[in-house]
């Protein structure tokens, strides 16, 4: 499904230099690598273009340097683990472009990797400057963008460069478009959307593209405070935005011109304090909160109606919680919808789930494993949900 050249569309790649931009920018404790997921991502195109007989030439940031040389935020801490989950050798060049990029790229023998120092140690990169995507090119034959979540970013690596050289989609990038086609582009319908978090303020534009497109959507987290404040309903305590209210109804009524179905807490579980174990209460929302406590989870009634809408939908997409899941016993109403979503994508529902609280909310459930596609892009998966051109991908369409 996706509209640009991938892999399959190279020819012969012994002998050429592979340029591969490249999501390295993991999490690190005590100088190691924490979380290997984004390196586990990169592996099927570093193999399948190594295997080939490429030269493998990988270009990544790592942190917010803004333009200069920093020695916390080198990638060289990165490599051996990277080395681990490609189970081969990662050869690597303190910089990025002039003589310790050449000499290094020359000296990789085919099928070889090479991991070239933070892309943002140069002003030009984040700048996406002709002249830095310039000393880029010239070390490479061919461009891959394999890092759909730097694809938000007209960045030197991730735009300019797939205008200056054949540039193709790595097999990550094709997979996360091909998910995202199907989610939204062109899904199988009744489409649902699960949006959970907790500021309107910060997901108005994800809300106004989704009205227009999904069939139901779910509006859960403190956000949902917020829906529910401007319908009247005495929120107590709860984390919410007064000055929204105004947005929160003009987002129900463009849902209701679009025959979007706007599913809001019927019930819930309210507090009075903002942690683990707190004395809690059940309430139907009608009622109102108390004015010294707050809401921090959908109650029973909630997920029930939730799960019901779930079992008419063939394609589900879904950005962030519908409580407070890292406290206990807070996290049951999101686990509990997470793992019916489980259960319909076993049997056929498409499922698409991106976000970084969404994806520690599913692995909270233990279901991550179990959705159809599970995006770790962050902002671009957000981004894509607004409706939002991606410069990365636009590049790469324009290559085509």
Known sequence: MTTVRSLDDLGPVAGQRALVRVDLNVPMKDGAVSDRSRLEAVRPTVTELADG????V????????????NADMSLAPVVPALAEVLGRDVAFADDCVGDAAADAVAALPDGGVLVLENTRFHAGEEANDAGFADALAVNGDLYVNDAFSAAHRAHASTEALAHRLPAYAGRAMQAELDALAKALSEPRRPVMAVVGGAKVSTKIALLENLVTKVDAL???GAMANTFLHAMGIDVGHSLHEREMAVTARRIMTAAERAGCAITLPKDAIAAH???AEAPHVHIGVDEGVDHDMMILDIGGRTVHAINEAMDRAETLVWNGPLGAFELHPFDRGTVAVA????????????????????VAALAHARVADDFTYLSNA?????????????????ALKQAR
Do not use: C, N, Q, Y
């Open 53 to 56: 007989g490429a030269k493998v």
């Open 378 to 394: 962050g902002g671009a998966f957000l981004e894509w949900l607004e409706g939002k051109a991606l410069p990365g991908v636009e």
């Open 58 to 69: 990988l270009l990544a940031h790592f942190g917010r340097p803004k333009g200069e040389r």
């Open 339 to 358: 793992r019916h979503a489980a259960k319909r994508t076993a049997a056929g529902m498409l499922s698409v789930a991106g976000g970084g609280d969404t």
């Open 218 to 220: 779910v509006i859960g």
């Open 273 to 275: 304090k903002f942690e």
